[in-house]
């Protein structure tokens, strides 16, 4: 596949079906839905942790530049920033966060103390991986069906 239309097809396999809204091409994760369904560390285990409820593990940008999450029996929300195209810079402002005991093995806590440390993503065969800082690991979302809470 050599010459422009063998990279732009190669271009579509990296980003699978997310493709930017036509009218405002820097807007891809505004408006989306997301949940959690694998997170990976970086550390020498290398280990990936399947999330086995990722309805309980959702994520929605919002065009006002506010993000709102609900991790297991909580809400959060914070600001966000990035998101542009369908790779580059992503940042979280300051947390708000509801502060129920879930039930184990909850994994809110360390989500949300993972989320600040985002400083990029990309969109992969359809999916959202956003990057930790300092080699911190991923966490990939699907997207998630259309709901009226976070």
């Not at 790779?87 to 966060?97: N, P, V």
């Amino acid at each position: 596949m050599a010459g422009p239309a063998g990279l732009v097809f190669a271009a579509t396999l990296l980003v699978g079906c997310a493709k930017p809204d036509p009218a405002n091409p820097t807007a891809t994760l505004a408006g989306s839905r997301w949940q959690l369904i694998a997170i990976e560390s970086m550390d020498d285990r290398q280990t990936v942790y399947r999330v086995p409820d990722p309805s309980r593990y959702t994520l929605s940008f919002g065009a006002d530049g506010q993000a709102s999450f609900r991790l297991d029996c909580n809400q959060a929300s914070a600001p966000w920033t990035g998101g542009r195209n369908t790779s580059g810079e992503l940042r979280f402002g300051a947390f708000t966060m509801t502060r129920a005991v879930c039930p184990p093995p909850s994994m809110d806590r360390t989500v949300v103390r993972a989320l600040p440390d985002v400083n990029a993503f990309r969109i992969v065969r359809g999916q959202l991986v956003m990057a930790l800082e300092v080699n911190g690991g991923s966490y990939t979302w699907a997207p998630a069906p259309p709901s009226t809470t976070p």
